[in-house]
């Protein structure tokens, strides 16, 4: 990881950080006057905490211990009455932080441990890898997704098949959909978009990235040949930078691989290809990895290129979704 990256973008979280602290001293120091028995249940409750401490430390009374705990609960109802009252919701006198789990600080604490939080990841995925591939994620996603570009006429000889490139489509997202809601079950499976340019594919890949992302998961986008020479130089010792990538698209949540296909193959490709979708597909420390493979390429001409290790590993573990219809960058021009 570069440092000065790291570096900057802690800047910048300390001063996500300052603002919404600043923001909500601003609106207590508002509601507190205009509303000042909000102010006396914090000071209450301030001390109350300052007097358990002290309870803890200076006695082993259940009792005195169990008199705060009912103060405690009392205030805490008193305010939430007060604020339901005003029409505002119960989290209003606390920070309205960017990332709930780690505060804006980019980090968690847990057992005195210290652990990088996803958010910061992820704004780290986005430099280092993503900035080029999924930086149009405000545009490409679910709101913004429309079913009336894609034919609703059935051609059976041209597509092959019984229903319309709308009613396809509309198929596809619904199985997308499942993929993000069970993201976390490991018996939903990977996916796997095939079908010619302009059909899609990278737009339904980022309508899931934002979706993920949104719910703190790490997404990490390459194109396939990108991926394979990381890891081949990663695998020579050609590049030190290589081995930190490496580890990421075996550890990422949710690994999207562009443009299978297009790489220049070789054995040492082949087995590598195969050893980063099956060592995701085994979940290694009870983690629940996913994958989304990306391709122009037919089924059968996967099978053809690949060979039968992978094309059985794609066909086993992930839902093959066979885009088809007019290409969408031609259409409504």
């Known amino acids: 990881m570069n440092n000065a990256i790291l570096s900057s973008l802690l800047k910048k979280y300390e001063q996500k950080r300052i603002s919404a602290e600043k923001d909500l001293d601003e609106r207590k120091n508002k509601l507190y006057l205009e509303n000042p028995r909000l102010q ?5 409750l301030s001390k109350i905490g300052i007097s358990t401490a002290k309870a803890l430390i200076m006695s082993n009374s259940n009792n005195l211990l169990n008199d705060l705990n009912i103060k405690v609960n009392n205030l805490k109802k008193e305010k939430s009455e007060i604020l339901k009252k005003l029409n505002l919701p119960i989290d209003y006198l606390l920070p309205n932080y960017s990332c709930k789990l780690c505060y804006d600080t980019g980090y968690i604490q847990n057992n005195y441990k210290s652990t990088m939080c996803n958010c910061l990841k992820q704004e780290i995925y986005n430099i280092e890898y993503n900035k080029s591939n999924i930086a149009n994620l405000e545009t490409q996603n679910f709101e913004n997704f429309s079913l009336e570009k894609f034919s609703d006429k059935v051609d059976k000889e041209k597509y ?20 993000i809601n069970n993201f976390d079950d490991p018996k939903e499976k990977n996916l796997l978009f095939t079908g010619n340019t302009g059909l899609g594919k990278t737009f339904l890949s980022s309508c899931i990235a934002k979706e993920m992302i949104q719910r703190d998961k790490t997404v990490l ?18 590049n030190t930078s290589s081995d930190e990538t490496y580890k990421n698209l075996l550890d990422v949540d949710l690994l999207i691989i562009d443009d299978l296909g297009t790489e220049s193959l070789n054995n040492i490709k082949f087995t590598e290809l195969f050893n980063i979708i099956n060592t995701r597909l085994l979940n290694q420390n009870n983690k629940c990895l996913k994958t989304i493979i990306s391709t122009n390429l037919s089924l059968p001409i996967l099978n053809k290129t690949y060979g039968e290790r992978i094309i059985s590993r794609l066909i086993g573990d992930y839902n093959i979704c066979r885009f088809f219809g007019e290409d969408l960058r031609f259409i409504n021009r």
């Open 221 to 238: 986008y390459q194109t396939s040949p990108l991926m394979l020479d990381t890891i081949i130089d990663y695998k020579f010792n050609k």
């Open 160 to 179: 092959n098949s019984e229903i319309s490139p709308r009613e396809n489509t509309l198929l596809i997202k619904n199985i997308c959909m499942n993929f």
């Open 40 to 44: 006396e249940i914090d000071d209450e």
